[in-house]
């Protein structure tokens, strides 16, 4: 558990719980306490994973050695369809952590309105300093490993930390060897193009996000905010999501003024080259260095002054020891917790709103569910269709949490006491939103027998 002090600050707790799952069961305790007649017995329910597969399996290495792997597989809920989530290869994986992601991708498929339930696997490995024969051996294997736990109507992974497309083609040509004579494609997303992938998935995470900060702007926004257009953006992280999102943004017409990487940061009053930027990443290995920009360290592209700040690197960069420089007037993380819980509270108190990862970055999630049914009905959609389909859902997404965080909002909770001891954010509309989205579908079904 990593810890965060900053004694100079007494009035406040001076230590900062930074679990990923200790953040996750305080948030959905925070949305539950909203929710009108939520029955206790569910609560308990959806704090827990439905199902927690481990698995452990020996794997011959390159050298003749032998090594034995650890791995997950945790499905939290499929009360709305089959688990949907990431595989994910790291070192320090467990299982705690992967049980809150789980829980994450259920919510994140409630708000997008998906027919998909929350799930998430891993395997304990250190990608960097295996080799590619490896890599695909440990897949095989512990795709085996999880037989029928995991099937296009079942549990569907998906690209993760350390994970792509090769691994997801590794995924389903397993699957496939042990299911044959059967449309396997829909086993898993994210697959390479040629072998049933989707147009538009890679660039779908950094794509929903201009979706979701549009819709926003466009709705309630921010007095002297309503568009992107114009807006000056700075981007924490340049890869996958945040060098698609800061292109898109400034398609838009907004001014990105800043990127960072895992090296540093950069900057340009003016707006950055971004045709530049990609160059000197490629080339050099990190943003810092491009032509004409001054370099600055993350902490301090953290708290430049703009009018959207988008984290979309790593969780819990902006939190109770730096929460306070931020000066952006809207936050979207577009990365999977980058705002802590105390963070939460101190941007609230500075009035800057925050578009919480679970709608914000769920344009992923949405192209997979794309590529799924394109699979299922072996099509393949053009990218206008995708991108159009996506802009869709976000704007939904966005209407619906907006909608949930007026009526939160004008008081209208079930307790009156706790509600009152509450601040009302978007995070806590959006997951009361999903919750109860739910929630009502599990007592809709009918709690079997
Ligand atoms: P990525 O590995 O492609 O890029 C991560 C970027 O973060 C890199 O540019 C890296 O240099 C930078 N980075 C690493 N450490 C940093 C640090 N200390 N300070 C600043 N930058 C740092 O990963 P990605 O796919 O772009 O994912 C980024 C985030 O978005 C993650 O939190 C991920 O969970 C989340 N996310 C991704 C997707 C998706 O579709 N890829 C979907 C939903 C959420």
Redesign the pocket.
């Known amino acids: 558990m990593e810890v965060v002090t900053k004694p100079a600050d007494e009035d406040r707790a001076s230590v900062e719980n930074l679990d990923p799952q200790f953040i996750a069961q305080q948030r959905f305790e925070q949305a539950a306490a909203y929710i009108a007649g939520f029955k206790e017995g569910l609560i308990d329910f959806f704090k827990a994973p439905k199902r927690t597969i481990g698995v452990c399996f020996p794997v011959e290495m390159d050298d003749g050695t032998v090594r034995t792997f650890h791995g997950y597989r945790i499905l939290h809920n499929h009360v709305l369809g089959p688990g949907k989530g990431g595989i994910r290869y790291h070192p320090e994986i467990t299982r705690a952590e992967v049980a809150s992601l789980a829980a994450l991708m259920t919510w994140k498929c409630a708000i997008a309105n998906l027919p998909f339930g929350g799930a998430k696997g891993g395997v304990i490995c250190d990608p960097k300093v295996l080799s590619e024969a490896e890599l695909r051996h440990i897949t095989r294997r512990f795709i085996s490993e999880l037989g029928d736990e995991i099937g296009p109507q079942t549990d569907i992974p998906a ?3 350390y994970t792509d497309e090769r691994t997801m083609a590794w995924i389903y040509d397993t699957y496939d060897i042990l299911h044959p004579g059967q449309n396997n494609l829909p086993v898993v997303t994210g697959k390479p193009l040629e072998l049933g992938g989707s147009l538009g998935r890679m660039e ?2 950094g794509r929903g996000c201009l979706y979701a900060t549009e819709r926003f702007l466009a709705q309630a926004g921010l007095p002297g905010l309503s568009s992107v257009a114009g807006a000056r953006v700075v981007v ?7 060098s698609v999102a800061a292109s898109l943004f400034q398609e838009a017409g907004a001014v990105v003024v800043a990127v ?4 540093g940061g950069i900057y340009a009053e003016e707006g950055l080259d971004l045709d530049a930027v990609s160059t000197q990443k490629q080339e050099v290995g990190t943003v810092v260095g491009t032509p004409d920009t001054q370099t600055l360290s ?1 902490q301090d592209l953290l708290a430049l002054e703009c009018d959207i700040l988008i984290p ?4 819990a ?1 902006i939190r109770y020891d730096n929460a306070e420089r931020v000066a952006a007037r809207l936050v979207v993380e ?5 705002v802590t819980l105390m963070a939460d509270e101190i941007l609230q108190a500075k009035q800057i709103p925050v578009l919480p ?1 679970i709608l914000a ?1 769920a344009g ?2 949405t192209v997979s569910y794309f590529e799924w049914v394109q699979n299922l009905a072996n099509e393949s959609w053009s990218l206008e269709e995708v991108n159009e389909k996506l802009r869709r859902k976000m704007y939904a997404a966005v209407d619906a949490v907006m909608g949930r965080w007026r009526t939160l909002s004008a008081g209208s909770v079930s307790d009156e006491s706790v509600g009152a001891s509450l601040e009302v954010n978007l995070r806590i509309a959006a997951l009361v939103q999903a919750i109860e989205h739910v929630a009502r579908v599990t007592l809709q079904r009918g709690i079997w027998p």
Do not use: I, R, W, Y
């Open positions: 690209p993760d930390m779908a995470t924490q992280g340049f890869g996958n999501v945040g960072s990487d895992s090296k993350n979309a690197a790593l969780g960069v577009a990365a999977n917790g980058p990862d970055n992923g999630v």
